[in-house]
């Protein structure tokens, strides 16, 4: 075979290799970033918040389906919240009804809202609670702040691309089904503030009280 016979026949597999690759799907990681901020006011003008109750105990695992309907939710658990921990279960996700097919494709936390940042508001109107947001794996943990009992907060979740159900992407979930949840399922906890603190707090001002009486009374 001469030099350009070869020359001709690499091209036109290099060509082939090309059209073959360009015919394989990459794939995409699916994203999904939390934020946990002040109450939206203008959700908070069209419908109640949910409520956590004290049925939600410190460490008491939930879990759920995102994205689901944004609401703001009502700490009603009778603790301050000092942390929040969210542990993605969805690590790949498939459904051949949805526009265009997912199939197997991984699941990640990740910046959906495009400020560079994972798990922070890029809104003015919603101020983030927590300073700190730690990624490990699939866990991600809001930390440094507190949400006060009988406060309101909000925690929406968004996915990149949009997989809320009805939102384009996936069909929408029938009108008489209850569980309106997204496909993204994510456990939840919160650790409280202590309480230690106040009651050695108690304890040592009681027990200074206790003292100062005694002493008052061995000198009269």
Sequence with gaps: ???IAIKIALSALGAAGI???SLTPARAFILVEPIVTTQNQDILETKNPRTLGPEFQPGQV???GVSDVANNFLNDTGYDIESLVFDLKTLSYSNPDSTPVFDN???QWGDVNGDGKIGYSNNPDLKDIFRDVTI???IITFSGGVIPNGTLFYNP????PNVAPGAGIIPPVPAEQVDKDGPIRVATYYTAVPESTNVLGVL???ALGVAL???RSLHC
Aim: proline residues 4%; positive net charge; aromatic residues 16%.
């Design 136 to 138: 490990k794996d699939n």
């Design 62 to 64: 939930i879990e759920y």
């Design 204 to 206: 040592v001002f009681g």
């Design 157 to 160: 979740f968004a996915t990149k």
């Design 1 to 3: 075979m001469t030099t």
């Design 213 to 215: 009486k005694l002493k």
């Design 19 to 21: 059209s073959f690759l």
């Design 105 to 107: 494709e991984p699941v």
